[in-house]
């Protein structure tokens, strides 16, 4: 887009954003359907290893995790990296506090009118780490229940990395442009109005053909609504572009069913308009990658864009496809990866029921594959993935943590969190009208969901490998609300 057409969205956006703020009364109620399979089945497994393909010979080219351990491995190459649990703690809460209407350190109910919202995944955009948020809660007088904009908030990452609290105080939305609040009639406390994600469509196609919901539609684009939401996002040669999950022609809350990747050409600053490029997946008409990059965790490394996914939520295990960084915003090009020969395949040299029928490298068997993100820390040479896992073989609602030393494997696994292990009962699940303390959720009327490490692990060397510890934010149902933890594990090679 050019400077003269950015400049007249962001000037029709801020005509938008304060009609949108004003069209309310009272604050929105709670009265959004639960999401697809928000169950309460939280059961603990003690099992943590998956089992993956000797990688062999392959691993030669790995970092230096590969160099850790004792003298007489030296040059060796290992056949797994192993991963154990060693500690994890609560570090805030980032939205509301003790309840739903009341406010965290990060004061966001009355600096940008906003009580609640989920996700977070985490990408770095100049000199800032950003979260991207999933549906946004007003907290007086902006959108109404359905509506639930996407929202943005930043904060500074050399003053994250040096202290972590920092997202506990100073996390900043991005807001609209009128000052003070739309609410400050109501109540003078709240200064600003937080800001709701805008998506344009691709030339030649319509915004109802890519999202389900759209919220103040018009003809060049509209806020996504409720469920269609940021799966993923990254900043490459100083573009930041931002995975989409949504459910377009379906008119229900359901699963997501197509994936897609936009552009925000002004990242960084207002407006938050993003041009959607290309689809990237989808379950519904010729899967070009198989079905299996619904939920997508992207990482730039080695000149490759690698993307793990996951497809029908829930229902799957993770997925590796890639392409050259290069052409990141182009469509097409991608190869998907088969752990069966350990081999890359050009996603379009193959028939959709050959792509679909490439199987997971990660829990092909267990499934229940959530939202994703995933890591790399420079100083140990490993991969960092997290997911939430729930299915009937899973042993419950789960928060895994996978390493290896490449993309392709072999991955070792650690639960992080299992929500029925009675010491996470006890310290976190809510027993009394708030949520006091370190008590967060309300596990019997959900589970933890939307697991994201954040770009500031710590690898601290030791004799057989490595301790990482790993920021995490998790998001609560009820109360509506995400929340950043950190955990210590223990990384060290394997030689069989």
């Known amino acids: 887009m050019s400077t003269t057409n950015t400049s007249i969205c962001a000037g029709m956006l801020s005509a938008l954003l304060i009609a949108g703020c004003a069209s309310g009364g009272s604050a929105p109620d709670d009265t959004r359907e639960p999401p697809p399979d928000a169950g309460t089945d939280h059961g603990f497994d003690g099992g943590d290893r998956v089992a993956e393909p000797d990688a062999g010979a392959a691993l030669n080219d790995a970092g230096p995790i590969l160099d850790a351990g004792s003298a007489r491995d030296a040059g060796r190459v290992p056949t797994r990296i192993d991963i154990e649990y060693l500690s994890r703690e609560l570090v805030c809460k980032l939205i509301s506090g003790d309840e739903l209407l009341w406010e965290s350190e990060n004061r966001t109910h009355t600096r940008f009118n906003l009580r609640g919202t989920d996700l977070g995944t985490p990408a770095i955009v100049g000199e800032e780490l950003h979260l991207f948020f999933g549906d946004t809660h007003g907290f007086r007088r902006i959108w109404h229940p359905g509506e639930d904009p996407d929202s943005v908030a930043s ?20 807001v609209t442009p009128d000052i003070p609040s739309v609410a400050a009639v109501e109540d003078s406390r709240i200064e600003r109005d937080f800001e709701g994600v805008f998506l344009g469509p691709p030339p030649g196609r319509h915004i109802r053909e890519l999202l389900d919901r759209p919220a103040l539609e018009q003809d060049w684009g509209a806020f996504a609504g409720s469920f269609e939401v940021p799966t993923g996002a990254i900043t490459h040669d100083g573009q930041t572009y931002v995975y989409w999950s949504t459910r377009p022609g379906t008119g229900e809350i359901g699963p997501m069913r197509l994936s897609f990747i936009a552009h925000w050409e002004t990242a960084g600053s207002s407006p938050l308009f993003y041009r959607i490029l290309h689809t990237i997946d989808d379950l519904d008409e010729d899967r070009p990658l198989g079905g299996h990059f619904i939920q997508n965790a992207p990482i730039v490394r080695d000149e490759y864009l690698y993307l793990f996914g996951t497809g029908l939520y829930r229902r799957d295990g993770v997925h590796l496809a890639r392409k050259p960084a290069s052409a990141i915003a182009s469509p097409g090009a991608f190869e998907l990866y088969d752990p069966r020969t350990e081999t890359w395949t050009a996603a379009g040299s193959l028939d959709e029921t050959a792509r679909s029928g490439i199987p997971a490298i990660i829990d092909e068997d267990v499934r229940g594959i959530g939202e994703l993100g995933v890591q790399y820390v420079e100083e140990a040479g490993v991969y960092v993935l997290m997911y939430q896992q729930l299915s009937s073989t899973s042993g419950g609602n789960r928060m895994v943590m996978q390493v290896a030393p490449r993309p392709e494997g072999p991955w070792s696994g650690a639960t992080i969190i299992a929500m ?48 990482l510890s790993v920021p995490f934010v998790a998001s609560t149902w009820v109360p509506y609300n995400v929340v950043l933890f950190r955990t210590n594990v223990s990384v060290r090679p394997v030689f069989d």
Do not use: K, M, N
């Open 420 to 467: 029925h292990d009675p010491a996470f009962v006890v310290q976190h699940c809510c027993v009394a009208e708030t949520c006091p303390g370190e008590r967060i959720i309300r596990c019997d009327q959900g589970g933890l969901y939307g697991i994201y490490p954040l770009p500031l692990i710590e690898a601290a060397p030791r004799e057989d490998g490595y301790e």
């Open 155 to 174: 904060v500074s990452l050399s003053r994250a990395r040096s202290d972590l609290r920092t997202l506990c105080r100073e996390l900043d939305f991005y």
